[in-house]
Every structure is written in C-alpha cells, then in structure tokens.
C-alpha cells in the first residue's frame, strides 16, 4: 500500500479521484492500492520557549537558543489562553495511522520549499522511517498528475530545498522569538511581535504614514495658453512653472496682453513597446490590484482557487518564463483561447501563429522551479465575477506575450508667446498590436504637457491666443502604500517569498498593526507605537532580509552549510537582544530623565 500525503483535503481528493483512490473514508481517501490523506495546512511549528521547560526569559536568558529544536501541533487562540488546534490533533492521527498502514510514502504536498517542509515535518513529528518519493507537479489536471506520479523522484531530491526551508524557518524563531521578547522585557511595554519581514514591512508602511503627515507643501504656479487651428482648440503649457505667485502673474498678463503666438518646432517619434512578460504571482496581484482594486490577499486565496479548479498553473511563482517542454504544449492551448473569445476588442489576435510562438518567453534557468503562470486549456464553467477577472488577467497575458509590439507616435510642438516658451505634446497609437486585448488607457504614456488632440501645424506658424491661464499648484504630499506598491516594495528590497509576502501583509492586519483605509494600507495606533520602539534597529531594516535571501539562495545550491548559517543567525540574535537592552535598559532611563531635569 502507497501512502500519499497533501496539503488540502480538496487537493487530495482530486489527485485520489484521478488515480483510482475514491473510497471515501475519514480524514482520507483510498483505493487502486493508495491510501491518500491531507493536512490543513502548517499543522506543525517549532516550540516555544516554555515548550522547553522555560517559564519566564530573564536578561541572561538571551539569546534564546534551543540546543534541538522541537515540533509543537498548531495552537489556536481562545479566552483560556492557547490551546492545541483539534482539528489538527485528530488530523495527524489519521496521517499516523495512514502512513502505518503503507510501506511507501509519496509527498504530495505544495511543490515549494515551504510545501516539501511541510511534508518533512509531519514525516519527522510521527517518526516515520518509509521510503518516500515525490510529486512534483505544476498543475492539477488529470494529465499533469498522471504524467507526475509516472515521474516520481526520491524525497532525498529535494534535501537542499528543505534545509533551506527549514533553516530559514528555524532562523526565523530565533530572531523573532528573541527581538519580540526582549523587546517586551527591556520595555515593560507589553507583548510586541517583530520579526525579519514583517517589521521591515511595517517600518516602511509607517515611514511613507509619518512622512505624510509631516509633508510641508510646495507651491508652484504654472501658466497655460489656448490656441486654435482649423477648428481645432489646443492648450500649451508653459515650460517652467514659476515658483512665485508674483512672478507668474506679471508673465501672466504679458501673454494676455500678447493675442498671438509663434510656433517655433515640431518633432515626431515613433516608440516601439514590446509585448510584457508573463505572469508571477507578485506581477498578477499587481496587476489585479490596479486593474479592479483587489487585495494582495484576494488575488492570492482567487489564484489558488483557479489552480484547485484546473484552470490555471501553479500560481506561488517568480518566474515570468517557460520551459522548453511546457513552452512545446502551448499551441493547443492557444488555439483553444483563441476560440473561446474572450477578448473581442482582440479578434484577429494581433498576428499570432499558433504553429510558430514567439520563443522569448523561454528561459530555462528562470523557470527552475516553477514556471510562469499559464492557462491550462480548460474553459472556465461557473466563476465567480472575481475569479473570472483575475482568469482574465492571466489569460490576457498569454495573448499579449504572443502578438506584435504596440507602436505609439508622439508629436511635440513648441511655440513662443510674450518671450515665453511653451509646449504641447500628444501622445497617439498607430499599430495597436498587444496592446488590443484589454484597450488600457494607461498604455499611452502622459505628462504635463499632453493634450488629446493637435492640429497640423509648421514651424513659423502664428496662432492667435483665445484664452490664457494661471494656475496655482501645490506639491500632494506621498500617498500611502497599495497592495500593488507595497508587494512591488518587497519584492524590490527581498522581503519574503512570492508566496510568503500575503501572509506577511495579513499577519500585520490580522495583529492590528495596520489596516485598509480604501485602497490604501495605513498603520495603526499599535504600528506607529511599534514603529517609533524599534526605528533604527536592525530588526526594522531592510538590508537584513537581503542578505539572508543570499545565504538561503546558497544553501539551496549547496554552496552554504546549514549550521554555518544558523551559526550567524546566533551571532545576530545576540548582537540584536544586547543592542535593545542597552537603548532601553533602566539605567539608560534614568540617566535620561536626569539629563531632562
């Protein structure tokens, strides 16, 4: 009898239903000589420390280190206090008794680093010693499956994966546990949660709120004249918006006074913009949060639920290239796209041909582990409105990626009025190309200067001026982070995982350190308090999770060894604790209060 372990109770049926397992019994299916059963998720953490028989950290307690760390089930909040998760109790009876019913055990939990941690754990927590093997699969269609369990690996294949999950998750508890309760220890302020992203995170929500609310505006005042031409009303602006109200106003009235104005050039350029990349995660919760203001969070549970329905890839991805092979399955999943019409204003699909894709979205190195996300040639059935727009967006891409680049022309015109420069500039698509499928408006690149429409005009031509404005502008003070900014954010300073960085995000809101206002995501009361407690430390700054990405990246080649690594996080660990005792020791305090007096 085969054992095969999942992350989901849907997950599992489904790859049970497609090899044979359908007997339903209680926490697992079996059948065809499987046995398949599933966890809710991380149902196992590491300890903590009164786990460990330490009741109360002391100063000298720290850093807190356990000599081995231990596996706890999954605690739940309630109001007597934290207790072990049932679900999960009664849950790893049944893996317990699944896996000592089988002499093999295939993992086919997420096919991530945090997935094959997952799986290890549970493995290591019920002290198993069976053979295991893995499947390693991007999609959860009948194919993809079966071509997975046809290609099944030793579990032994992914030791690096692991030690670089479990090394970070390890390093994690050690930073977190120990800069969250010396913070509260050298403070006497209560429990604070910190840890190597989410502070950083919450540091930088903070830092854009803070410098919001001290923005100090700037006035500037910019000058407009309208000029008309075979019917045609056009507004240039002039090109160096005046920083005095007094100023502006004299060469105001110059150009009232002036009734005409000379064209003094005009240029056109013609700008190629090529096809954007496929879809990541990070690019699609982006995209998602732009287009109709979803959350980082919904796009992530809306793209799973797409991948549990077969429709999509697998979503928790980096990458925004193919493989070889997948790249070769494309045509027919085109063709199909194609057909089901799902993007009119696109018909006639920019010159796509199917029987010869663009190859510029292979990148064999890029996709290494998972590839970019793809549709799987399914067609959608009974979709939310919510899922069949991030559907969409995914599907879009697709067709995007394989047609002609957009070609766009501008024009600029500049004219003099009163000895005064001004510019006008229009901004026009010519060849529409990619840019058909969703018709955005943002395609078209804007600035100060554009106007919707210019009439032919030459150089040397004198236009009257049928109307002249002075408008006064204040410089808007940096608005607060969206989804979109604050995943693009991460992703630019390496906090987190594509797959980790929603979880960080609602981590911070489900702990009431910051919270959605409209579409913008503000810290609370308790972050700004957290954030003015711990600015300037290490724990808050961003460089500390780039460096660790670097290390964790070498312990998945091999280049890195995992004790080594933990080793540094101990150094760390220690010089973090010691730095926040001695800002907010007693001593310190006190000698502040005195040098008040």
Partial sequence: MIAILTDKPSVGKEIGRIIGATKVRNGYVEGNGYMVTWTFGNMLSLAMPKDYGTQKLERNDFPFIPSEFELMVRHTRTENGWIPDIDAVLQLKVI????????????????????????????????????????????LTDESVRKGMENLKPDSCYDSLFLSADSRNKADWILGINASYAMCKATGLGNNSLGRVQTPVLAAISRRYRERENHISSDSWPIYISLQKDGILFKMRRTQDLPDKESATMFFQDCKQAHQAQITSISHSVKEILPPDLLDLTQLQKEANIRYGFTASEVYDIAQSLYEKKLISYPRTSCRYLTEDVFD????IMARLLSWELFPAAKGTGGIDISNLSR??????????????????????????????????VAGRMLEAFMAPCRIETTNVEAVCAAQHFKAEQTRIIKAGWHDVFMRSDMVPTSGYSVKELPEVEKGDTLNVCGCNLVHKKQLPVNPFTDAELVEYMEQNGLGTVSSRTNIIRTLVNRKYIRYSGKYIVPTPKGMFTYETIRGKEIADTSLTADWEKQLTGLESGMIAGQDFLNRIRTLAKEMTDDIFNTYSPQKKERKELSQI
């Fill in 360 to 393: 510029h979205v292979i990148s064999a190195e890029k996709a290494n582990v998972h590839h970019a996300i793809i549709i799987t040639g399914i067609r959608p059935g009974n979709l939310s409105e919510k899922e069949m727009q991030v559907y969409r967006l």
């Fill in 96 to 139: 317990e008794r699944v896996f000592q019913a089988c002499d093999t055990i295939i993992a086919a939990t997420d096919a991530s680093r945090d997935g094959e941690m997952t799986f290890r754990y549970v493995y290591q927590y019920l002290n198993c010693t069976q053979p295991c093997f893995r499947l390693w699969i991007s999609s």
């Fill in 329 to 332: 399955s494309l045509p027919p």
